[in-house]
């Protein structure tokens, strides 16, 4: 069964919870660098938590497109869906 | 309006600019004249070098001294050109069948920096269809090369074999055919860990990936012939490629990799960090030369082990939060906070100890480091003074109680 785009980032949400130090509210706009100050190791980190809850691989060549936790469940979305 | 290109710069000039000007600024060590390869003066002070990966004091080893002397008298000052070009002197090509004697391995290409071999080779044998896979905790120089090559790059959690495994498992599924090159290092510069080898390199073939060793900082110091980690951990079959440097142990600069691979030498033609840049000057290539042949057969490895322990002993018995254990040359006390970091590195400085302020991104874990890399040329006396100011530095801070 497909995941919608809305679900994955409800679950993303949850495997950012470590990484949400200041515990801000997290919408799809999001940013890493900004809003959560996090540093690309911890971004790459995070990344590996959510390759491990959806069993999936995401290359780390993204990584410059990924700014906001939105585009990180469109980008798991279309890989679920590959 | 035009945007200023340097403006992206701005919040690390902000962190730079709280750092005092002059002899207390971690980033702008000077060094005036250099004693040996355990001294030198800076700042008009005499200073004992503790941080400098000189792990086998060969930059003033007489023989290596006298080799690239005689080099620089018969071959000049440099090549002024590329390896594929005028760049290949007798020197080079002596200086790679030196490497295969020492690895025993059929090939060996030389490049001018290690960072350039790391580079050249990860960004050149991974295409757009293959795989690297890479340890999280990996040096610049292998990011880097991931970042100029055209592969997919997956990283996996540092050091722990059942998370590679995972990812490979996942590529295989999506990729049954695709190349894959597992990449890690033989020790970690930071905090002196070594590669479970063994376990990492096997997950690496279940899924048939290559296998890249990184031993920059393990060239010298392990193994029966000092090769490495993996000849100390009996695994050399396992690995496909081996990377190093000469600018640690050697005592010199430049890079290099070794293989069996039989298509090997094609990288000579295809890998443009190897082809684009000049070669080595001779004089270098001598003394890199000289002090492979000197370390394959040295013993001063367990005279750098003994020396390592002692100071991290010595450092762990005085109550400071190790971040080392004494099993490689790396002795590293973890700071809480930044800040307490700088002002260390600067009371270090003053009491003649140069060792490395090391702190995020160059270390895992987000920990801020005093770093120090030992040398088999050092003297007990020596590591005595250095623990000694290491004591009265940390009560002074009120780092040890």
New interface residues.
């Given amino acids: 069964m497909t995941q919608t785009t809305t679900e994955i980032f409800d679950q993303i949400c949850e495997l950012m919870a470590p990484f949400n130090q200041k515990s801000i509210d997290i919408k799809t706009d999001t940013t890493f660098a900004t809003d959560l100050e996090l ?3 911890s971004v ?2 995070m990344l ?1 938590a959510i ?2 809850h959806f ?3 995401v ?3 993204i990584l410059p497109d990924l700014e906001t936790v939105g585009q990180v469940a469109e980008a798991v979305k279309d890989i679920l869906d ?1 | 309006m035009t945007v200023d290109l340097f403006e992206k710069f701005d919040s690390t000039l902000d962190e730079y600019n709280k750092l005092p000007e002059g002899e207390l600024n971690p980033f702008t060590v000077s060094m005036d004249s250099v004693i040996s390869p355990t001294e030198a003066i800076i700042n008009g002070r005499k200073t004992i070098l503790a941080g400098t990966n000189n792990y086998m004091g060969m930059t003033y080893n007489a023989e290596c001294l006298q080799a690239a002397e005689d080099a620089l008298k018969n071959f000049g000052t440099g090549t002024t050109g590329s390896r594929v070009l005028n760049g290949t002197y007798n020197g080079h090509k002596k200086l790679e069948e030196t490497l295969k004697d020492f690895y025993e391995a059929k090939h060996a290409i030389v490049f001018s920096t290690g960072y350039q071999a790391n580079l050249g080779v990860i960004a050149t044998i991974a295409g757009p269809k293959d795989y690297v896979v890479i340890d999280a905790d990996s040096h610049a120089s292998i990011y880097d090369g991931c970042a100029m090559g055209n592969a997919t790059v997956v990283r996996f959690a540092h050091n722990d074999p059942e998370n590679l495994e995972k990812r490979l498992a996942r590529i295989r599924k999506k990729d049954p055919d695709a190349g894959i090159l597992v990449v890690i290092e033989g020790v970690y510069s930071m905090l002196g860990d070594q590669a479970p080898i063994k376990e990492l390199a096997t997950a690496a073939k279940n899924h048939n990936a290559y296998v890249l060793v990184d031993e920059a900082h393990s060239i010298g110091v392990f193994g029966k012939t000092g090769r490495g980690v993996a000849q100390e951990q009996g695994v050399e079959n396992l690995v496909d490629f081996t990377v190093g440097t000469f600018s640690k142990s050697v005592g010199t600069v430049g890079g290099y990799c070794v293989s069996n691979h039989p298509k090997f030498e094609a990288l000579r033609l295809v890998c443009r960090p190897y082809v684009f840049t000049a070669s080595l000057p001779p004089s270098v290539v001598a003394s890199a030369n000289k002090a492979l042949e000197l370390i394959k057969d040295s013993n001063l490895r367990v005279k750098l082990l003994e020396n390592s322990m002692k100071l991290n002993k010595g450092l762990a018995n005085a109550g400071f939060n190790m971040g080392t254990t004494g099993e490689s040359p790396i002795a590293a006390i973890i700071i809480d906070d930044k800040d307490t970091a700088v002002a260390y590195w600067q009371n270090m400085m003053l009491e003649g100890v140069y060792v490395n302020l090391a702190v995020p991104p160059a270390t895992p874990n987000g920990l801020n480091l005093m770093r120090c890399s030992l040398s088999a040329a050092h003297s007990f006396e020596q590591i005595d003074y250095m623990l000694e100011r290491f004591i009265k530095v940390g009560k002074d801070l009120g780092v040890l109680s």
């Fill in positions: 540093d690309s190791l790459m980190d590996a390759e491990d069993d999936i691989t290359p780390l060549n590959e």
